[in-house]
Structure formats: structure tokens, C-alpha cells
């Protein structure tokens, strides 16, 4: 191999890992923050192992019991960028239990990659039903459902002022929408982790529980944003208040319960200019989209400041917009700051926050998890008529007999063979 010309795989690894150090160190030093830390430490021996260098390598690093990672799978618009998905964050906490606050549009890509088992990946909360917030359920419910996941999604979502605008109505619809994909992969697969329970709560209530299991409690209270229904979510674990507001303009709800908490998610928008120059939008919306349902940079600052918390984060806006956003909230609040971009992780715990980038693979698999699927189930309706599975050709599939003879011996199959049911199958060709 010519050195000069042609890098080893191990080489190209250790060039990605040093870009994505340095992309870190400049995304952390672009947002201004004050007391996040990025990990790291002093290289002493230059012939030794260095330590971490504001990485995060999912799947490497076990939590204490009392400490909780949050990762950003999604910091985007609605109009979802390859490099940046709509509104999507995954807490993990030192117990085990992962839970997803929002997943809209393109932000499964970002889950995929943190190869976490589809089996640990079942609860979701949903803070308001535009689609740029839960607009990807169908790749977690599909997707997860391929990948062994073994039993049904729960969601937990707000009411609506009518039964049509609540969760449990947009869930119904969406089993509906996707029926022929259920039907298929029920009488294919399994038919359990194709359901979905649904849990929906009053969004009116003010900090009531709507979860508590294994020391998490997850309370909800109003959001404004667009119509009613919209809620922000407040998460108790292990002595610490963690937050997550979806959309909203500034509310009396989210100052009077996200006071002093550890750590707040809050929306960010970007400047009404932003929207009229490079988002190409009209001037009367761009400043309605700005700073009535949704919160400015100005805004999230004086909220920061009121609520005074451990540690802000600010979302929703494109990357290119972060530093006009950056500079609206520092002229109302000087306190810690995190602006998010997608893959940015932290780690809370009641000592504080450090803050890092994950690297983590763009063509990741599902890994398994330790629960496997049940089989099929009996008595579920073929999907397919006579006249389709007529169609098929048979010496396409007589010519890989010979490579599922060898599977069926190796896994001990003969009981379940599919083919000699078949018309055309010709054992031994």
C-alpha cells in the first residue's frame, strides 16, 4: 500500500475522530457557553492513550445511578435538513429507562445512530402534534418493529380542546393511515409491537403527574403555541428537575414550574430578518413566527433569567441562524447556555453539566437487545389473495434452496419450512 496515496482503515478512523474533536471544540466555543464543561484532560504522554476530547462514543459509557444523559436527535424546523432534523431529544437515565421527548420529522436517522436495541426505545412523549414533533413515530413504530422490537410503543401525549385534537385521536388516525403496513408485518412478523398504547393527560393541568415509574416522574404544563394543546414537560429524577418545553411563546406555566431547574430545553427562534433574508418568508409572518407563537432569542433570555437554571438550552432554529439567536438571548441573560445542534449530548448530574458531541456511525444497524419477538400468531387474515401468490416464479425461488437447506439445518428449522407448501418448490434445485 503507497502511504502517501491511500490511508489504512484505521488511519481514516483516527482523521474522523480528530475532525469531529475539532467540529466540537468550535461548536462549543461558537455558543458561548459558561459553565458547561467539554471532557477532556491534560495529554501527558505522548506516547500513551489521551484522554477523552469533548467525544461522546454511544454505547461506550455506562451512567452512574443518579446521573442522566440527554442527547439532541433532532434541533431543527419542520422542513427537516440532512444535517439537521425537527425537534427530537432522548434522555437516559442512570436506572436504565430511555425515554424520547418529541421525534419529529428525519430525527430517527440521529436515534438509529446511537445503536441503542429498538426494545429500550418504546416510550415517547409528545409535546404537540405538528408534525415537525412527531412526525417520525412511523419510522420508530415500523422501524423498531423490524428490528425486534418485542412488544408495542407507549405514547404519552396532551388532550386538545375537542377529542379530534387530542393525541388519542391522532394516534387512531395514524394506525388507520398505516393499516396495510400493519396487516403485512402482523401476519409476517408479530402483530404486538405493532401497537400502540396511548396515554393521554389534560393539557390544562398545571405540574400534574402523568408518569411515575422506577424514580422518573414526568409532570406537564401548558404551552401556548398555535392552539390549545401544546404542553412542556417537567422531569424529576434523582433529586434533580430536568425540562423540556416544546413550542411555545413565552407562558406564566413554564416561569412559575422550570424555576431553578437543573437543566431547561426551551425553543429559540430565529430573528424576524433571518426569516425574511435566508428563510425567504414574508415580513408579516416572519415576525409573527418569531415572537408570538414562538419565543425570540430576547425572550428565552429573560425567561433563563427568571427561572435562573442549572443550565439553558436553546433549540429549533437552523444552524446558520445560532449566532444572531446567540446574541438576542445574551442581552437578557448571561447565565449557562448550550446552543443545540443535532447529536449534542450532555450529562447532568447534581454536580453539573458537561457537555460533548457524539460520534457515532451514519450507516448503523439495529443491535439486538435481549428479548426476542414472539412468532407469528395464529388466525390473523392473509393479506395476500391467491391471485398474487400465483404470480410467483418458481425457479427464482428454487434457486436458493440450497443456501436455506444449509439454514434450516443450522438453526433447526425443517418444522417451519415455508416451502414445500409451495406449487413450485423442486426439493434439491
Not at 461506550?60 to 425537534?87: F, H, I, N, W, Y
Request: hydrophobic share 40%; with cysteine.
Amino acid at each position: 500500500m503507497n502511504i502517501n496515496t491511500k490511508y489504512s482503515e484505521f488511519q481514516r478512523f483516527n482523521i474522523l475522530i480528530a475532525v469531529a474533536a475539532l467540529f466540537c471544540a468550535q461548536v462549543y466555543l461558537y455558543a458561548g457557553i459558561s459553565s458547561a464543561h467539554a471532557a477532556g484532560g491534560v495529554v501527558a504522554d505522548p506516547a500513551g492513550v489521551a484522554p477523552d476530547r469533548y467525544v461522546y462514543y454511544p454505547g461506550t459509557e455506562a451512567l452512574a445511578k443518579d446521573e442522566v444523559r440527554v442527547v439532541a436527535c433532532g434541533t431543527g424546523m419542520p422542513d427537516q435538513r440532512r444535517g439537521q432534523a425537527s425537534a427530537c431529544f432522548l434522555f437516559e437515565f442512570g436506572n436504565g429507562e430511555k425515554i424520547i421527548f418529541d421525534i419529529g420529522t428525519g430525527s430517527m436517522r440521529n436515534i438509529n445512530s446511537l445503536m441503542i436495541p429498538a426494545e429500550y426505545l418504546s416510550k415517547v412523549f409528545i409535546s404537540h402534534l405538528h408534525t415537525d414533533h412527531w412526525g417520525d413515530l412511523d419510522a420508530l413504530w415500523a422501524g423498531g418493529w423490524t428490528a425486534g422490537r418485542p412488544g408495542p410503543l407507549e405514547i404519552w401525549g396532551p388532550s386538545g380542546q375537542t377529542k379530534e385534537m387530542g393525541t388519542a385521536y391522532a394516534i387512531a388516525g395514524f394506525l388507520q393511515a398505516f393499516n396495510w403496513d400493519y396487516q403485512t408485518r402482523a401476519y409476517k412478523i408479530t402483530p404486538l409491537p405493532g401497537q400502540i398504547t396511548v396515554h393521554e393527560f389534560d393539557y390544562t393541568a398545571e405540574n400534574e403527574v402523568v408518569y411515575d415509574d422506577n424514580g422518573i416522574v414526568v409532570r406537564s404544563i401548558p404551552a401556548i403555541h398555535a392552539g390549545d394543546g401544546p404542553v412542556s414537560f417537567i422531569i424529576e429524577y434523582a433529586g434533580m428537575k430536568l425540562v423540556f418545553g416544546g413550542d411555545s411563546s413565552p407562558n406564566k406555566w413554564f416561569i412559575e414550574h422550570a424555576k431553578d431547574a437543573d437543566f431547561a430545553i426551551h425553543e429559540a427562534f430565529a430573528t424576524p430578518e433571518f426569516f425574511v433574508k435566508d428563510y425567504g418568508q414574508p415580513a408579516q409572518l416572519a415576525w409573527r413566527a418569531c415572537c408570538e407563537f414562538h419565543t425570540s432569542g430576547p425572550s428565552f433570555g429573560k425567561i433563563m433569567s427568571e427561572i435562573n437554571p442549572g443550565h439553558a438550552v436553546a433549540y429549533h432554529t437552523m444552524e446558520e441562524a445560532l449566532s444572531g439567536v446567540r446574541d438576542g438571548i445574551r442581552e437578557t441573560y448571561d447565565g449557562p447556555l448550550s446552543m443545540a445542534v443535532d447529536m449534542m449530548v450532555w450529562n447532568i448530574t447534581t454536580s453539573g453539566v458537561t457537555e460533548r458531541m457524539a460520534v457515532s456511525p451514519d450507516r448503523a444497524s439495529g443491535v439486538p437487545g435481549p428479548t426476542r419477538q414472539p412468532p407469528p400468531v395464529d388466525g390473523i387474515p392473509d393479506p395476500m389473495s391467491d391471485f398474487i401468490k400465483n404470480g410467483e416464479w418458481g425457479p427464482g425461488f428454487n434457486a436458493q434452496n440450497q443456501m436455506l437447506d444449509a439454514h434450516s439445518e443450522k438453526y433447526n428449522l425443517q418444522e417451519q419450512d415455508w416451502r414445500p407448501e409451495k406449487p413450485w418448490y423442486q426439493p434439491g434445485n
